[in-house]
């Protein structure tokens, strides 16, 4: 690891400097200094958000259906972190002919368009625009335009993410005729995003939100299984009320042909729809007491996962459920 | 990584701008010191006197002005003729210029003149493209406008660069140009 120390040229004293800072001013001379990284300057998102009203985000946000529900009402809170993610802004021109040789005299045939996007500065920042929609971040950083720079606040509050040092820059000529250029300026833009930590009986889960407009960026939970077995079960009785009158036409075809084949056929019906309704149901089953799932939820992506094991849960359950039955109390039997 | 110092080169006094600009100002002395090429490149600046006038208050957001030469073709011509022009870069960047148009293109345009003023005392906006990444678009703008006339543009060269500080008026959710009178909302200008 590299350490450099900026000192003042004057009075010799250290230069307070900030990740993304490009003009600093002696804490004891009051001289001002350009810092030429040899790169573009840095343009920090200010937060509007704080850890408060992020926390409060967060819980509006587990209210969402697909989590467990009673997640939020059990959670506690552990700690609120404020990270700036880097992000670079390319911006370029591009200028060519937009048609073939022939008609190049046409005069609208040769345009000039600028456009602009956002690449990512190191591995965290190209795993949020995998998983985010870059909208969210396009729009976090068109609201929060005109923001100054506040390293103070950088430095006191935030945890800030280094960036890769070479930015990008392209220059391409196609063909001779056709030119294809982009500006190699650009800008490091640093979004600062909450982490929010919180802990569910024993599990922790980690939320992000954006400290420039409270959108949620990512909220982690218990999956909501009850709510997928009920939507499976009104599906099933659905599906057996459709089918319903089919399966008593073939019934009734079958009792014309052979009059002693009815209860055999209707008890094979049976059986098969009891054996179809387990196998749909049992991995539901399973995963509902067995395991616990965690989701991610941002935007409209929802990935899940499963992050514990509960040791002997189907055990207890089925001893919980025999005592019940029988009248045995539950205190003495557990330790 | 260079260290330079934020002070005017003529007066020794503090320059003035903003965290994310490559060019700062002395206002005393008049003039705009460059350091986007790596080392401090001074340059006098004007100030425009507005064409149209408003109650808003106003704000000088600054541009280049490029004195260029280029040589133009038609198809059916031998030899090249010569041409002399000005082009107005923008010293900030402009957003989604595709829909809201570059302002300088809308300059170069309408043949807008310098006309200068005495410089009033106005807040600045910052100005964050140097004049090596400005110093691209007056090429741009000649193929541009010479494929108007059918003409295609070689040997393009910039005579003289000049700093323009330009009035905009600053309403609720936009800016006004001064100039033309075209307004650009505050989403577009960054």
């Known amino acids: ?335 | 990584m260079k260290l330079l110092s934020l002070k005017c080169p003529r007066c020794r006094a503090d320059l003035e701008g903003e965290n994310n600009s490559w060019i700062f100002f002395c206002r005393s002395c008049r003039i705009g010191v460059d350091l986007s090429r790596g080392h401090e490149q001074e340059f006098a600046y004007e100030c425009m006197a507005p064409v149209i006038q408003r109650s808003e208050t106003a704000r000088y957001f600054v541009f280049w002005l490029f004195h260029t030469r280029y040589h133009a073709l038609a198809e059916k011509e031998q030899t090249p003729s010569e041409v002399c022009g000005h082009f107005w870069v923008p010293a900030f960047f402009i957003k989604n210029i595709s829909y809201f148009g570059d302002i300088g293109l809308y300059y170069n345009n309408r043949n807008v003149t310098l006309q200068t003023e005495r410089c009033r005392k106005l807040t600045l906006f910052p100005a964050d493209r140097g004049e090596a990444h400005a110093a691209i678009y007056p090429e741009v703008y000649a193929v541009k406008m010479e494929a108007a006339r059918r003409r295609r543009v070689t040997d393009t060269a910039i005579l003289s660069t000049r700093m323009v500080w330009v009035p905009f008026y600053e309403t609720e959710n936009e800016f006004v140009d001064s100039i033309l009178g075209w307004s650009y909302p505050f989403g577009a200008m960054v």
């Open chain 1, 1 to 335: 690891m590299t350490v450099t120390l900026i000192n003042c040229v004057h009075c010799g004293g250290p230069l307070p400097v900030a990740v993304g800072q490009c003009i600093c001013r002696c804490a004891y001379c009051r001289n001002p200094y350009f810092l030429d990284q040899g790169r573009p300057p840095a343009v920090v998102l200010a937060s509007e958000l704080n850890a408060d009203r992020a926390r409060t985000a967060v819980l509006a946000a587990l209210q969402d259906p697909r989590i467990e529900p009673g997640f939020r009402k059990r959670t506690f809170f552990e700690r609120a972190t404020l990270f700036y993610i880097p992000f670079n802004e390319v911006r370029g021109i591009k200028a060519g002919w937009g048609t073939a040789e022939p008609e190049r005299g046409n005069r609208d045939s040769f345009s000039v368009v600028s456009f602009e996007y956002i690449e990512p500065a190191n591995d965290l920042s190209a795993l949020y625009l995998d998983v985010l929609d870059r909208n969210i971040v396009e729009a976090a950083m068109l609201k929060a335009r005109q923001v100054p720079f506040r390293p103070v606040e950088m430095r006191r509050q935030g945890v800030v993410l280094p960036a890769t040092p070479n930015p990008f820059s392209n220059y391409t000529k196609e063909v001779p005729d056709i030119r294809d250029t982009v500006e190699s300026h650009l800008r490091l833009v640093y979004l600062p995003v909450w982490e929010i930590a919180y802990s569910y009986r024993g599990m922790m889960f980690h939320s992000y939100c954006s400290a420039v407009d409270g959108t949620m960026i990512q909220v982690n939970g218990l999956r909501n299984h009850r709510r997928k077995l009920l939507l499976s079960l009104l599906g099933s009785f659905s599906l057996a009320l459709l089918l319903g009158r089919p399966i008593r036409f073939a019934i009734d075809l079958a009792g014309r042909v052979r009059p002693g084949l009815i209860p055999l056929l209707t008890a094979g019906l049976l059986f098969a729809c009891a054996a179809l309704a387990w196998a749909l149901l049992f991995p539901y089953l399973w995963r509902l007491f067995a395991f616990r799932e965690e989701i991610s939820i941002s935007g409209n992506y929802t990935s899940s996962h499963t992050i514990s094991y509960r040791e002997g849960a189907l055990m207890k359950f089925s001893r919980r459920l025999v005592r019940k039955l029988t009248g045995e109390s539950l205190e003495e039997s557990d330790p």
